[in-house]
């Protein structure tokens, strides 16, 4: 029997941008988080039906400030867990 799939999906930062990734989870009204990490920085984006709720990035820091600092990475991978 296959794995059963738990809607979860990654790829790689360069054509898609973590804004068209955020755009796809708000139409798509999705709930989880989207973990973006390259060689040296990890951070996270927390959704909830959509809305971004929280952040936390890799200096530790949370909320508007560290999105905003998620927000400008452009290269790295991205893995999205409901």
């Known amino acids: ?3 059963r799939s738990t809607g979860g999906f990654g ?3 360069g054509v898609l ?3 068209d ?3 796809m989870l708000s139409l798509n009204r999705a709930t989880g988080r989207l973990d973006v990490s390259d060689a040296e920085r ?3 984006l927390y959704f909830d039906e ?3 709720v929280n952040a936390i ?3 530790h820091a949370e909320g508007v400030n560290a999105a905003y600092r998620v927000f400008t990475w452009h290269e790295g991978r ?3 867990h409901p």
């Open 1 to 3: 029997m296959p794995p």
């Open 11 to 13: 790829g790689t930062l």
């Open 17 to 19: 941008s973590l804004f």
């Open 21 to 23: 990734l955020a755009q």
């Open 42 to 44: 990890r951070g996270s």
């Open 50 to 52: 959509g809305r971004l």
């Open 57 to 59: 990035d890799d200096l």
């Open 78 to 80: 991205f893995e999205f």
